[in-house]
């Protein structure tokens, strides 16, 4: 079925922020940024009130924030401003990669997470996770030590799901918990993410092996509702350390009851993570297209808005919201019809 998306577009077009009307136009219309309208677009988002917040957190060495991974961490402060149209090229994005990149730099600031230098140690990737994260983010070069090493690591996880038939050939039920097992390899949301929006990795051959272990992984995960941790060894203290799970259940079909119990759902984020998981999911590892057409049919009937109760819109904001502000009820509506708009059209308009 085709589906026309004009309707939100254009209202997107004629209500929504700069942010928003420059992710419109640069990823669902491909208009080329260097257009002079795409110029002045890109000058006018970085002068909203929730750019400049992440902007003002940049340090003069070009750091930003105070850790490497959190809500005041490098992580969050660039990954908002690129969600945000801010293109990789600017100046202050740039400077932050070389802070990231310069030990000199990145050492006089908290350049790690806890329990992260345990996970590099054991193979699941942690500090070094976040780091080539980022500058999978911005295309750094393939080439770059920590980025090469860890799309290497990130597909040796996905190897290994082959060799499983059940979640415990890869985890230990504890007495109160189900942990990774020692040196076992499973594959999280880092290493999705990172072979996602890399492409050093991807012969043919690797994609054929990419589909099959993304199939065995989603059969075992798909039911599975049991929160997996990571048991750090003695070396590191010891205790219990929560990983980057990859949200496989995210990945299978729902109806219209399903999609409602979402909505309401008594947890408010829920929606918002749930339309966060399944936005950007690459070819090789989306197992089915019904909920991106369930959510083209809302869009396209404009209903999908109305369908959200002020607590999940109050969540939603939290999680995925790019509009300054909320004042006004179009804006909300702006931010909830670009969100959903991105995840369903590059899918159903191939």
């Known amino acids: 079925m085709g589906y026309d998306f004009q309707k939100p577009i254009d209202f997107l077009l004629e209500n929504a922020c700069a942010s928003i009307r420059y992710l419109v136009y640069r990823d669902l219309l491909k208009a ?28 003069p060495d070009g750091w930003f924030g105070h850790e490497l991974h959190g809500i005041d961490g490098m992580d969050c402060h660039i990954g908002g401003l690129l969600n945000a149209g801010v293109e990789a090229s600017d100046p202050c994005i740039q400077k932050a990669v070389t802070a990231l990149t310069t030990p000199e730099i990145a050492c006089q600031h908290k350049n790690w997470f806890r329990g992260g230098e345990a996970l590099d140690a054991e193979g699941r990737g942690g500090n070094r996770a976040i780091t080539a994260d980022i500058l999978s983010w911005v295309k750094a070069s393939e080439d770059t030590p920590v980025l090469r090493e860890e799309i290497t690591l990130s597909f040796e996880h996905l190897q290994a799901v082959l060799q499983y038939h059940s979640v415990d050939d890869f985890t230990v039920k504890g007495k109160n918990e ?15 993410g990172l072979l996602a929006s890399t492409q050093s990795w991807r012969t043919e051959a690797n994609m ?15 039911d599975f509702d049991e929160y997996i941790t990571f048991r750090k060894p003695a070396a590191f203290g010891g205790g219990f350390v929560g990983p980057f799970n990859y949200n496989w259940q995210a990945l299978k079909p729902i109806d219209e009851d399903h999609m409602r119990h979402i909505i309401e759902n008594p947890y408010p984020f829920q929606f918002g993570f749930w339309l966060g998981a399944i936005s950007g999911v690459p070819d090789w590892v989306r197992q089915s297209t019904v909920s991106y057409a369930l959510l083209a049919d809302r869009l396209t009937e404009d209903t999908l808005f109305d369908l959200l109760p002020d607590k999940t819109l109050k969540a939603f904001r939290q999680i ?17 019809t670009f969100a959903a708009l991105k995840a369903c059209m590059p899918v159903l308009q191939k």
């Open 320 to 336: 995925m919201g790019r509009e300054p502000n909320w004042r006004k009820k179009a804006a909300a509506k702006c931010d909830v």
């Open 178 to 192: 189900r942990y990774y097992r020692p040196k076992a390899k499973f594959p999280g949301a880092n290493h999705i």
């Open 208 to 222: 054929q092996t990419a589909k099959s272990a993304v199939r065995r992984a989603y059969e075992l995960m798909k």
């Open 32 to 59: 080329p940024t260097d257009e002079p309208f795409m110029k002045e677009l890109q000058a006018e988002l970085l002068q909203q009130p929730n750019v400049q917040k992440h902007l003002t957190a940049q340090h």
